[in-house]
C-alpha cells in the first residue's frame, strides 16, 4: 500500500486564499492608518463642563457622599466636617483618608458645604457656595 494513495485529499496550503483576500488586508491596514491621522487632524471639542462648571457638581457630591457612607461605615458616625475624608481625626476607628483634598473642593475651587444634621430630617446637607463662595447667596448649587 502506497502511503501517498492512502492520504487524505486535503487542500495545498500553498494554495489557500485568506478570508481577508489580498485586498481586505490593505483596507484593515489602511483603516489603521487613517484613523489617529483623523484624531489628530479633528480639533479637540470643548467638554461641557468647562462651559458650565456647576454641570460636574452631581458626580462630585455623589463621589463625596460615598465617601460619607464609607466614612460612616467604618467609624460608626458621619465625619464632623469633610476635611475628616481627607484626614481622619485622631477619635476615628478607622485612620486612612478616603478623599484627596480636591475632591471636596467644587469647580471654582471653594471647599463643599457640609452640614449635620441636614434639614427635613436628612443626615447631612452638602452643596456649593456657587461661583461667590458665599453660603446661603442666590448662586448656591444644591443637587437632589
Do not use: C
Not at 83 to 102: E, F, G, H, I, W
Not at 109 to 133: N, R, V, W
Request: a neutral charge; glycine letters at 8%.
Amino acid at each position: 500500500m502506497d502511503l501517498d494513495s492512502a492520504a487524505p485529499n486535503l487542500p495545498d496550503k500553498s494554495k489557500a486564499i485568506s478570508p481577508f483576500g489580498t485586498a481586505g488586508a490593505r483596507g484593515i491596514i489602511g483603516i489603521l492608518t487613517v484613523i489617529p491621522l483623523i484624531s489628530f487632524a479633528a480639533p479637540a471639542a470643548p467638554l461641557e463642563s468647562d462651559q458650565n462648571p456647576a454641570k460636574s457638581i452631581p458626580a462630585q457630591v455623589m463621589t463625596i457622599k460615598t465617601a460619607l457612607l464609607m466614612y460612616k461605615t467604618n467609624n460608626r458616625a458621619l465625619p464632623p466636617t469633610l476635611d475628616a475624608l481627607v484626614t481622619p481625626p485622631p477619635d476615628a476607628l478607622v485612620k486612612r483618608p478616603l478623599l484627596v483634598a480636591s475632591e471636596i473642593l467644587d469647580p471654582w475651587g471653594t471647599k463643599f458645604i457640609y452640614k449635620t444634621p441636614g434639614k427635613g430630617g436628612k443626615p447631612y446637607d452638602i452643596y456649593s457656595a456657587g461661583p461667590d463662595g458665599k453660603d446661603g447667596t442666590d448662586d448656591d448649587v444644591h443637587t437632589k
